[in-house]
T-cell receptor
Framework: NAGVTQTPKFRVLKTGQSMTLLCAQD?????MYWYRQDPGMGLRLIHY???????AKGEVPDGYNVSRLKKQNFLLGLESAAPSQTSVYFC?????????????FGPGTRLTVT | KNQVEQSPQSLIILEGKNCTLQ??????????LRWYKQDTGRGPVSLTI?????NTKSNGRYTATLDADTKQSSLHITASQLSDSASYIC?????????????????FGQGTILTVHP
């Protein structure tokens, strides 16, 4: 049981390049999330999904797209990377989103855009 | 605007000592409050989750308190160990129904960086 895994762990992009971050979970969770974490700030929600084939915008969605073609995978795409997208990206999943269901986080992807 | 403020920003203590971290929030409608531990280079890991009706919850040497009236929470660490060195994040959940989708919006604090010295 690996929990939540993310690939890659590190990546350096040049401005304008594109990339996709992959998140996978093996806990059969319905809900999945993408966050970014910047120094001195709390985690901020980029996009989330309440089930296979559904996605929704979070707090800071601009410049990102997501897809959830399979229940266990949640992809985060950057079509044209900008230096402002330099951050650590975390994926999380949860069984549901009410009451006390907790979110399980992946190890993070450190992205630098030059 | 929903906000979660944590204090202090950083804290240094000696191994074996106790410490208390603070969290104030303005989040509504309140669903639950969580404390996470985040080791350097790792994702956050849940320590406790408390709903409105719970005012104390323990997880080993970690004890969280919640005062829903004053919208304050604290995390007390007893007999600190070197492995307690980490960032501790207070997270408050607001339960939202938007367009037919139930969504628990989490507001994260900026974290308190705890360093335990031998």
């Amino acid at each position: 049981n690996a929990g939540v895994t993310q690939t890659p762990k590190f990546r350096v992009l040049k401005t304008g390049q594109s990339m996709t971050l992959l998140c996978a979970q093996d806990m059969n969770h319905e809900y999945m999330y993408w966050y970014r974490q910047d120094p001195g700030m709390g985690l901020r929600l980029i996009h989330y999904s309440v089930g296979e084939g559904t996605t929704a915008k979070g707090e800071v969605p601009d410049g990102y797209n997501v897809s959830r073609l399979k229940k266990q995978n949640f992809l985060l795409g950057l079509e044209s990377a900008a230096p402002s997208q330099t951050s650590v990206y975390f994926c999380a999943s949860s069984y549901s989103y009410s009451g006390s269901y907790e979110q399980y986080f992946g190890p993070g992807t450190r992205l630098t855009v030059t | 605007k929903n906000q979660v403020e944590q204090s202090p920003q950083s804290l240094i203590i000696l191994e074996g000592k106790n410490c208390t971290l603070q969290c104030n929030y303005t989040v509504s409608p309140f669903s639950n409050l969580r404390w996470y531990k985040q080791d350097t280079g790792r994702g956050p890991v849940s320590l406790t989750i408390m709903t409105f009706s719970e005012n104390t919850k323990s997880n080993g040497r970690y004890t969280a308190t919640l005062d829903a009236d004053t919208k304050q929470s604290s995390l007390h660490i007893t007999a600190s160990q070197l492995s307690d060195s980490a960032s501790y994040i207070c997270v408050v959940s607001a339960f939202i129904n938007a367009g037919g989708t139930s969504y628990g919006k989490l507001t994260f604090g900026q974290g308190t960086i705890l360093t335990v010295h031998p």
